[in-house]
């Protein structure tokens, strides 16, 4: 929104959002961007990948035409009157709408210009069906960004081990986990941006030695591609054919 972003949707699986915490988060980006602050980088937070070229503060992008306009202090009083109080249905006059939990049907097709989901699609069971419904919700020429990442969180000793789990003993290690990740990889997600239809336009995978061998995989996960085995994460950004 502080980059000058009209209308802001926010879905999630579970209720999640705080509002009097996400005003205070509000207010301090609003100092950031005054301040045209550089992006947090590998020193201060050492794990978070991909690393940027450039962790300059984007001033290109954001110039002092933009920032004037986007942080105009009607604008930001509109903003935090949104926080406080978000829309729950997708209306064309509201800043900001949560819809929590969505379901399909909730965005109207070809209204949006970027759809963002960061650490959140290795979650989704129905995976065709949500790629399905983010490419209709985007206008022709939109573009969606994931960052995904295929690691089994923790739940094997490699960091891969989730794919050598019969369905049985990954629901065991699971347990009552609220989010069990779906352990679809890498190749899965492109073939599924590729079949809606949408061009893949960046496609940046951190890649680690494989934990595990091929003879390893459970039956189900022979599918994978060698690449997979050593993709543990991935930002894939696509487009939808104008
Ligand atoms: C690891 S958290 C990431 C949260 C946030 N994006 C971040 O980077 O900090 C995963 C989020 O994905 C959400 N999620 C899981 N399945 C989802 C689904 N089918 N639709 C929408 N959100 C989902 C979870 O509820 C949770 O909020």
Same mark, same amino acid.
């Given at each position: ?88 249905? *997708?209306?064309?006059? *509201? ?146 054919? *104008?």
């Amino acid at each position: 929104m502080l980059s000058g972003t009209e209308h802001y949707l926010a879905l999630d699986a579970v209720r999640y959002a705080n509002n009097s915490l996400n005003l205070q988060i509000f207010e301090e980006l609003i100092g950031l961007f005054r301040a045209q602050a550089p992006i947090p980088d590998d020193a201060e937070f050492p794990l978070v990948q991909p690393s940027l070229p450039s962790y300059a503060f984007p001033a290109d992008v954001l110039t002092s035409a933009r920032l004037d306009a986007a942080l105009s202090p009607k604008r930001l009083e509109l903003i935090r009157a949104s926080i406080r109080n978000p829309a729950t249905t *997708a209306r064309a006059d *509201a800043p900001i709408c949560y819809i929590a939990p969505w379901e399909p049907g909730v965005i109207r097709d070809a209204t949006v210009d970027l759809v963002l989901s960061q650490s959140v699609l290795e979650y989704p069971r129905d995976l065709a069906g949500i790629y399905a419904e983010m490419c209709r919700w985007l206008k022709p020429g939109g573009v969606m960004s994931h960052e995904i990442d295929f690691k089994s969180m923790g739940l094997t000793t490699e960091w891969n081990g989730h794919w050598s789990c019969s369905d049985a003993v990954w629901r065991l290690a699971a347990g009552r986990r609220r989010n069990r990740v779906n352990r679809e990889p890498h190749s899965t997600h492109i073939a599924l941006i590729e079949k809606m239809g949408c061009r893949i336009v960046r496609d940046q995978r951190i890649m680690r030695p494989s934990g595990i061998t091929r003879a390893q995989l459970a039956p189900r996960f022979h599918f994978l591609v060698d690449d997979d085995l050593t993709t543990s994460s991935a930002l894939i950004q696509a487009v939808k054919p *104008a």
